[in-house]
T-cell receptor
Framework: DTEVTQTPKHLVMGMTNKKSLKCEQHMGHRAMYWYKQKAKKPPELMFVYSYEKLSINESVPSRFSPECPNSSLLNLHLHALQPEDSALYLC?????????????FGPGTRLTVL | AQSVAQPEDQVNVAEGNPLTVKCTYSVSGNPYLFWYVQYPNRGLQFLLKYITGDNLVKGSYGFEAEFNKSQTSFHLKKPSALVSDSALYFCAVRDNQLIWGAGTKLIIKP
């Protein structure tokens, strides 16, 4: 099974709200990722966790705060977002960070910031 | 630097005809190449990858891709297109992380 689940499917929030996106995988993968995707564009890498430790932060603004509570879960905490942050947020996982490891993606959370 | 190009923004194919979605790459070492598909309002689904070995890679949903080192290409193919194949297709090469092409919209007309 190559399933990555994400909740919620849709989220609408104001610029002063605090919300969280959740991602879960039960494939025993040890690397997990957050991507941001604008319409009809390729995904942009935000964060990488490897063995529950943050390994890559692609200069993401601090209003996005990732958290990896355990090897199966990945959260993205959102605070004081801007309308330009509206996008599809994708979570992915892979067995490891090896160059040959396949990343499997969840269905995404469609975020709208008002 | 590693890069991937998908030269066609959109490809139109009649149902039942063969389809090709083009991808070319530029890498400094061995290429590790991936194809993903994204259906409307959905996440990305892995189709296939080339790591090493046979130049013809078979993947999900009847898709295959041909790795051509001399032409630095990794074109995605399917012998007979289905209307349900209509989607956005991304080619990617793995460096430290995935480097993505711009995407090609595939439209299959009945």
């Amino acid at each position: 099974d190559t399933e990555v689940t994400q909740t919620p499917k849709h989220l609408v929030m104001g610029m002063t709200n605090k919300k969280s996106l959740k991602c879960e995988q039960h494939m025993g993968h040890r690397a997990m990722y957050w991507y941001k995707q604008k319409a009809k564009k390729p995904p942009e890498l935000m964060f990488v966790y490897s063995y529950e430790k943050l390994s890559i932060n692609e200069s993401v603004p601090s209003r996005f705060s990732p958290e990896c509570p355990n090897s199966s879960l990945l959260n993205l905490h959102l605070h004081a977002l801007q309308p330009e942050d509206s996008a599809l947020y994708l979570c992915a996982s892979s067995q490891g960070e090896r160059i040959t490891d396949t990343q499997y993606f969840g269905p995404g959370t469609r975020l709208t910031v008002l | 630097a590693q890069s991937v190009a998908q030269p066609e923004d959109q490809v139109n194919v009649a149902e039942g005809n063969p389809l090709t979605v083009k991808c070319t790459y530029s890498v400094s070492g061995n290429p590790y190449l991936f194809w993903y598909v994204q259906y409307p309002n959905r996440g990305l689904q892995f189709l296939l990858k080339y790591i090493t070995g046979d130049n013809l890679v078979k993947g999900s949903y009847g898709f295959e891709a041909e790795f051509n080192k001399s032409q630095t290409s990794f074109h995605l193919k399917k012998p007979s297109a289905l209307v349900s194949d209509s989607a956005l297709y991304f080619c990617a090469v793995r460096d430290n992380q995935l480097i993505w092409g711009a995407g090609t919209k595939l439209i299959i007309k009945p």
